[in-house]
């Protein structure tokens, strides 16, 4: 009896111990992440007064939507004195309306205070072009794909599913064309005309944004604003663009003519903490892999909504 009681008390000591070893890793875990997290808003410029005199650069790639706080960060950094000027990379090809219209906006307070420029990868299209206008220097490679001037609303019709398979869909809207577009039923006349309208007046907005940002003549846009795409060689040609090249040529235009110093650190503006970014993009890099595998995550986006 007495070996047994001394077995047992050996297991709760070992049982106690593991219990504070693992506390001691946990706690020691939080600090390390409490650690960059404060390292990378240091560096983000998100403590003010911290960072130095930089440049900011914004990555944009894939599905454009609207961000609050990517919005309201920019604001922030607007009023920053640490922030000289702020690089745009765009690598898009495209997003919602309200996702390009709230950039576009937060970029063109940003550019009225602060030298802006914006810099095209392998694509920059629709609302990745609208999001460059407000630069006041536009670069894009040969290679780039730009342009896609338009807007585009997407749906689908299961009738025909839903009557091979017996099923009857039943909707009460309030008038006829609270359910236009649905899957449910096919688009009518007026339902069509009516969307039309919208996307019309979508449209021309995105066009008078092109011709105020690149200083053309609306009727001019208007000609190339029919969803065409162009090379960055192309663009260039017709005003779209200003320069060929990449962050590098950016850089030396902002020495040249705004007097950012070439020497000085690019810092990425980043919304997100350590832990977010690390299990967001484990997360985001499977989710993605299975969307785009089946169905295309950018497209379901886009349904129901007018998307660039």
Known sequence: MSLDADLLLDRRRLKRRLSLWRAAAVLAVAAVVLAFTLGDRRAGGLLPGVAGAH???????????????????????????????????????GGSVAGGEGLHAALTRMAAVKPVVAVMGGTAASAGYMVALPAQRVFARNATVTGSIGVILQSFDVTGLLAWIGVNAETIASGRFKDQPSPFRPLTEEGRAELARVVQDLHTQFVM??????????????????????????????????????????????????????????????????????????LGFFTKSIADEWVGVDRVRALWQPSL
């Open 55 to 93: 440049v900011a650069r914004l990555t944009l790639s894939g599905f454009i939507s609207d961000d609050r706080k990517l919005i309201e960060e920019l604001d922030r950094l607007r009023r920053s004195d640490a922030v000289r000027a702020v690089v745009v990379a765009i690598d898009s090809p």
């Open 209 to 282: 944004m092109v011709a105020e940002g690149r200083q053309m003549d609306p009727v001019r846009v208007q000609e190339i604003a029919d969803g065409r795409v162009f090379t960055g060689r192309e663009a260039l040609a017709l005003g779209l663009v200003d320069a060929l090249g990449g962050e590098a040529e950016a850089r030396a235009w902002l020495a040249e003519t705004r007097g950012v110093s070439e020497t000085l650190p690019v810092r990425d503006i980043e919304i997100r903490g350590l832990a977010e970014r690390t299990f967001g993009s484990v």
